[in-house]
């Protein structure tokens, strides 16, 4: 939590006079018992009317200005802590964007979303309420005891004995409560990846009628913060009645002490009064101390989960050279390269080696699972090898600068994913400054333009949020499109024609082969027919290359081939 407080440095003004103002107001709020002591003990036993009138502005005046200092402060707090998590959220949702593909998988999308909603929310009502309270509590207290003194010390020897006995339990439960509330933020998550996977697979789970069995699982997770939050809250809200019992136990001796010596004469009732007031004081402050101390648990607890997404370093270093594609005629080379994810002990690519030329087109084709999408996701260096190199035009990727690698890579994920806004829009994805021919021309290469053509608007036809007022087919067919528009020197289609009929992807593939150009393209498939046109065919299967050729080469020497091709056409044909 510490490391977070460098967001705060720009509002060093406003975390000083927050307090300042708010200590302000309690040094006024100080004052009022000994007014109304002086009216109890002057006024009222004089029958003075004028002297009670008197302290009784006295007592207006000093609300007055307690109340500006109070909203002075107010504002300081609240402009502090909204700067601290502006500031707080931005710098997260960069770092997070520096992360590579592996260290996203292992927080956790749900995770992240947490902590840059949820958690920041929480820290930053900790910090306003801290920026109000937490020296003003403190204060009133301790201000409180000393103004005692001043009125009878030895009844003030009551607030000595019982402030310490308070600040005892109070951080008792503090420590506490600090790992309680750590783990009632990860079953938030928990509820919360249940929910998002809900939500976006409603279809699936009604195909398959798992509403009952998705709503248990979601009861069950929900049950558990339920009982996590109950049983945190339990210890936290020990904290008001053990306060409130030790005040009034502390009240009680005080009164009788209090009339004790009224009664001899060292005290006056006015005194007995202000005394009372002060011990009222510190059990309202104690109360709001407490009160906050269970939020700024709660804000630690969720700050110390922010800060150890910031405090993770991109585990991928950037390079310092710029990508030139005439250092070399091999557009794409791997040089015995493999590669496991950091949760998974095995290898999902093994020893693998190859080279494409400049303006070759690349088949890639395998079972599930056999390593088709990990092998392209080395290229844009969505992932590093653990053992080999990768090299973009003689180059090892990791020499390139990340950002100007990419920008000479259009990449078509499995998975169309669009983001709403026009279809002009989601294009300019691949290149802000594209022309309306540019993006015509992408729109009919990508066999989308017969659809775009009928939309209302044409490329000003307004895209749901992930693309949902269109089919599969059109998704994929604009995120083609999409990546078509950068004019890349190597364009990745990973599997992003199995929405599209046979037709359709034949009149694709067509389509980029005759615009190819330079262009070296990587179309990964299970369809043999997506690739048997290709110059080179790789066939993977667990991780390992099994054979590279053409179509022809293939089919007659390749048996992993033979059993991809002959289980989609007949021998006969």
């Given at each position: 939590?510490?490391?977070?407080?460098?967001?705060?440095?720009?509002?060093?003004?406003?975390?000083?006079?927050?307090?300042?103002?708010?200590?302000?107001?309690?040094?006024?709020?100080?004052?009022?018992?000994l007014i109304m002591a002086s009216i109890i003990d002057v006024g009222i036993a004089r029958a003075d009317i004028i002297y009670i009138f008197k302290m009784c502005l006295i007592l207006i005046l000093l609300g007055i200005i307690g109340l500006c200092a109070s909203l002075t402060a107010q504002y300081f707090a609240a402009k502090a802590a909204t700067g601290f998590a502006t500031k707080l959220r931005r710098a997260l949702f960069e770092h997070i964007q520096d992360f590579s593909f592996s260290q996203i998988d292992l927080f956790g999308t749900d995770t992240l979303i947490n902590r840059m909603t949820s958690d920041i929310n929480d820290v930053q009502g900790g910090v306003n309420m801290f920026l109000r309270l937490f020296m003003r509590s403190p204060f009133v207290v301790f201000g409180a005891m000393i103004m005692a003194f001043t009125v009878d010390i030895k009844s003030a020897f009551i607030f000595v004995v019982a402030i310490p006995l308070l600040a005892v339990v109070i951080f008792a439960i503090l420590i506490i409560t600090i790992p309680l509330y750590r783990k009632v933020q990860d079953k938030l998550d928990g509820v919360m990846t249940s929910t998002r996977e809900n939500l976006i697979g409603v279809r699936v789970i009604r195909a398959f009628n798992k509403e009952k069995s998705e709503e248990e699982l979601f009861i069950d997770k929900n049950t558990s913060l339920n009982h996590a939050q109950q049983y945190v809250g339990a210890i936290s809200g020990i904290m008001n009645p053990v306060t409130y019992l030790m005040i009034n136990i502390a009240t009680v001796i005080l009164i009788y002490i209090g009339a004790v010596r009224v009664d001899i004469g060292i005290l006056t009732q006015g005194e007995v009064i202000a005394l009372?007031?002060?011990?009222?004081?510190?059990?309202?402050?104690?109360?709001?101390?407490?009160?906050?101390?269970?939020q700024i648990t709660k804000a630690i607890a969720c700050g110390d989960r922010i800060a150890t997404v910031l405090n993770t370093s991109p585990n991928m270093d950037d390079g310092h050279e710029k990508l030139n594609i005439q250092n070399s005629d091999i557009a794409v080379e791997f040089d015995n390269v493999s590669f496991f994810y950091d949760d998974d002990?095995?290898?999902?690519?093994?020893?693998?080696?190859?080279?494409?030329?400049?303006?070759?087109?690349?088949?890639?084709?395998?079972?599930?699972?056999s390593g088709k999408t990990s092998?392209?996701?080395?290229?844009?260096?969505?992932?590093?090898?653990?053992?080999?190199?990768?090299?973009?035009?003689?180059?090892?990727?990791?020499?390139?600068?990340?950002?100007?690698?990419?920008?000479?890579?259009?990449?078509?994920?499995?998975?169309?994913?669009?983001?709403?806004?026009?279809?002009?829009d989601n294009l300019k994805w691949g290149n802000r400054n594209a022309s309306e021919e540019d993006i015509n021309k992408a729109i009919e290469i990508s066999q989308a333009k017969e659809f775009v053509d009928q939309k209302i608007g044409k490329c000003k036809f307004m895209i749901e949020q992930s693309g949902r007022n269109l089919s599969g087919g059109q998704k994929q067919r604009l995120t083609i499109a999409r990546a078509l528009v950068k004019h890349p020197d190597i364009l990745i289609m990973d599997d992003s024609a199995s929405a599209l009929d046979f037709a359709t992807d034949a009149k694709l593939r067509t389509a980029i082969a005759e615009s190819n150009g330079n262009m070296t393209t990587f179309i990964v498939s299970q369809r043999a027919?997506?690739?048997?046109?290709?110059?080179?065919?790789?066939?993977?299967?667990?991780?390992?290359?099994?054979?590279?050729?053409?179509?022809?080469?293939?089919?007659?020497?390749?048996?992993?081939?033979?059993?991809i091709y002959y289980s989609q056409f007949s021998k006969e044909a």
């Open positions: 939590m510490k490391s977070l407080l460098i967001f705060l440095k720009d509002y060093k003004k406003e975390s000083v006079l927050a307090p300042l103002f708010k200590m302000l107001e309690a040094l006024f709020e100080l004052i009022v018992p009372l007031n002060y011990m009222s004081q510190i059990l309202v402050e104690l109360i709001k101390l407490a009160n906050l101390i269970i002990g095995g290898n999902v690519l093994e020893n693998i080696s190859f080279k494409v030329m400049k303006g070759q087109t690349v088949g890639i084709i395998g079972g599930t699972g092998l392209i996701s080395l290229i844009p260096r969505f992932y590093d090898t653990n053992s080999g190199q990768v090299r973009i035009f003689d180059k090892d990727v990791r020499s390139y600068m990340i950002e100007d690698l990419r920008a000479h890579i259009g990449i078509v994920m499995q998975k169309a994913e669009l983001f709403k806004g026009t279809i002009e027919a997506s690739v048997q046109n290709a110059d080179i065919i790789l066939v993977l299967d667990e991780g390992k290359i099994v054979g590279i050729g053409t179509h022809k080469e293939l089919l007659t020497q390749n048996k992993v081939y033979q059993e």
